[in-house]
């Protein structure tokens, strides 16, 4: 089945720094979520996104939706210890009910 | 509180025994969903419901079956024809169509005895 590719797959910062990370496609995309999922737990929704170009902010997170609707990107700015995790971006393909995740990004802040 | 509450946390199979895994959602939603996760790997698509006595096959449908007969409930059974039954297993709702936001419960760790 068709998973998205998230990059990077894991990323090691110092506490204060900006983290960047993207989702790309092979399918169109018409709607995407962007998750944080702790261990143990199930994935806590951060950001939606529903139009090409869109840009929304959570606080200290800003997600993008790309222009060919192909991509999307998650920014999250002055990190802090608790941002710890693994970062998931989730979508229907378009005109299917299907959601599917990406590989995942995991992040580790360095105090 | 409205939610969505998986049971139990912990589960573990004997070899050859079919065990099922409880959803519940009391957010009125019309779509319910099972996926699988392996350490260190994303999520992957079981089985999903749009709505009420309906459900459509994901990705990796083979040795799991579903039932839903009520729009607040929606249990996955991992059946003995599923060989590698052991991961975490996470239960999502929705409002029905293609984009809404999907909501997750707390999850259930299935172990191989």
């Known amino acids: 089945g068709q998973q998205l590719n998230q990059s990077p797959q894991s990323m090691f910062i110092q506490e204060g720094e900006d983290v960047s990370m993207n989702c790309t496609s092979s399918s169109i995309f018409n709607t995407w979520l962007w998750y944080k999922q702790e261990p143990g737990e199930g994935p806590v929704l951060l950001i939606a996104?529903?139009?090409?170009?869109e840009l929304t902010s959570n606080g200290r997170l800003t997600a993008q939706f790309g222009i060919t609707r192909k991509d999307s990107f998650l920014n999250i700015s002055a990190s802090i210890p608790s941002d710890v995790g693994i970062y998931f971006c989730a979508g229907p393909p378009s005109g299917t009910y299907k959601y599917i995740f990406g590989t995942g990004t995991r992040l580790k802040v360095l105090a | 509180d409205g939610g969505i509450t998986q049971s139990p946390k912990y589960l573990f199979r004997k070899e050859g025994q079919n065990v099922t895994l409880s959803c519940e959602q009391n957010l009125n939603h019309d779509a319910m969903y099972w996926y699988r996760q392996d350490p260190g790997q994303g999520l992957r698509l079981i089985y999903y419901s749009q709505i009420v006595n309906d459900f459509q096959k994901g990705d990796i449908a083979e040795g799991y079956s579903v039932s839903r007969e009520k729009k607040e409930s929606f249990p996955l059974t991992v059946t003995s024809a599923q060989k590698n039954p052991t991961a975490f297993y996470l239960c999502?709702?929705?409002?029905?169509?293609?984009?809404?936001?999907?909501?997750f419960g707390s999850g259930t760790q299935l172990s191989v005895l």
């Open positions: 996104l529903y139009k090409a170009g």
């Open positions: 999502a709702s929705s409002d029905r169509g293609s984009g809404e936001k999907l909501f």
